[in-house]
């Protein structure tokens, strides 16, 4: 089987970004009427940036350009055996109105290790994140300034090369473009309820659940469809073989939240291989840990969570990710049963949490871990 070719990291990572901007940029009325209502993932910026790769070559071709569409032969490699990867970060604007996006080098780590799982070629870190801030440099004037809101940023790279054969592709395109984006979920902060999915599976030990791939979330929609058939918003997963310990909901990891006030515990899923390794997850565990919380990595199932919450042990459930940051859970239902979580209602540790990773990300508290990344 052919497999990507190795890449210089140093020589790769040194490859600069030509700057072809558009020459009918938006005018300041134009942009500001398509940024009054922006939902999510609507409304995209004026430029994006692709970098080419092919065996032998490498990296290539590293270009900021307007925003446009993209040629796809019919025999695109992608099309058929779905060789695609992405990820997604967030540029906020700070109090002093610059701009910051938070945990870049994670991201691009996470890209990495994506790509690796696919089989596709690992785009260097810092060039992963000087196309970023190239992005962002350009259509700075995007980001927006409203609480609760964001420039959503989404990096992607998927094959290129044409050809029906079963194998690694020996080209890619590595793009990045911008969204600007409200509140996820629609009503900003407000419970969600979840529907457990106990006929179908996300993810499988040995599979791609850890690697942020498109073909996990194809495989996903069928059971969000059976989610808001049921009346729920979100799906939860469970694990693959025995179909009880509690894996995470939708595209967002989850966290349980047994007692309260400063005796409280916080638990997330540990990571399995099936899970994907959030980023938001992984800051929610320090920034828990920060605030004297007991936090911590281990297996839930289905009866803890439906017997904590009976017997008041369970007091909070929430989700987390990129796109909604944090989102509470406030009802679950099942095929053989349902129940309210706590009150029903977001509880204060979740929304104490929120508050503290919000507040780094948009600088208006002190980043002791160095996650913010200044754009210049």
């Not at 300034?145 to 590595?174: C, H, K, Q």
């Not at 939860?236 to 007692?259: C, H, K, Q, S, T």
């Not at 944090?326 to 979580?341: D, R």
């Not at 929304?351 to 871990?369: F, N, P, S």
């Amino acid at each position: 089987m052919t497999t990507a070719a190795p890449q210089e990291p140093a020589l790769q990572a040194s490859l600069s970004i030509d700057l072809k901007p558009t020459a009918h940029p938006l005018s300041d009325t134009e942009r500001a009427t398509r940024l009054e209502n922006p939902g999510f993932g609507r409304v995209f910026t004026e430029h994006m940036v692709t970098i080419k790769w092919s065996a032998g070559r490498g990296w290539y071709d590293a270009q900021l350009t307007p925003y446009a569409s993209l040629d796809i032969d019919p025999a695109n490699m992608t099309l058929h055996y779905a060789q695609s990867i992405f990820e997604g970060l967030k540029a906020y604007r700070r109090p002093d109105g610059g701009v910051a996006t938070f945990r870049p080098y994670a991201n691009a780590e996470r890209f990495q290790r994506s790509a690796r799982r696919l089989a596709m070629p690992e785009l260097p870190q810092d060039l992963f994140v000087a196309a970023v801030d190239a992005l962002i440099r350009q259509d700075i004037a995007w980001v927006p300034g409203e609480p609760e809101e964001s420039l959503y940023i989404r990096p992607f790279m998927f094959a290129t090369e044409v050809g029906l054969g079963v194998r690694p592709s020996n080209e890619f395109l590595f793009v990045v473009i911008a969204s600007p984006a409200g509140p996820y979920f629609a009503g900003g902060v407000k419970p969600v309820s979840v529907w457990l999915s106990q006929e179908y599976v996300r993810a499988v030990p040995g599979g791609t659940g850890a690697a942020k791939c498109a073909g996990n979330y194809a495989a996903s929609l069928v059971a969000q469809a059976q989610a808001i058939e049921q009346g729920c918003d979100q799906v939860v997963w469970l694990d693959a073989v025995e179909r009880r310990w509690i894996e995470e909901m939708g595209g967002m990891n989850l966290y349980f939240v047994y007692g309260e006030g400063e005796d409280a515990r916080i638990v997330t899923p540990r990571l399995t291989g099936s899970l994907l390794p959030g980023i938001t997850r992984d800051s929610l565990l320090r920034l828990a840990a920060d605030r004297g919380y007991a936090a911590e990595e281990a297996q839930i199932s289905v009866d803890d969570w439906r017997e904590g919450n009976a017997n008041g042990t369970l007091t909070e459930v929430f989700a987390c990710g990129t796109a909604a940051v944090i989102t509470p859970v406030g009802s679950v239902k099942s095929s053989t049963a349902s129940w309210t979580v706590g009150t029903g209602e977001a509880g204060p540790i979740t929304m104490e949490l929120r508050k503290a990773l919000v507040d780094i990300q948009t600088g208006r508290a002190e980043d002791v871990h160095g996650w913010t990344h200044t754009i210049a």
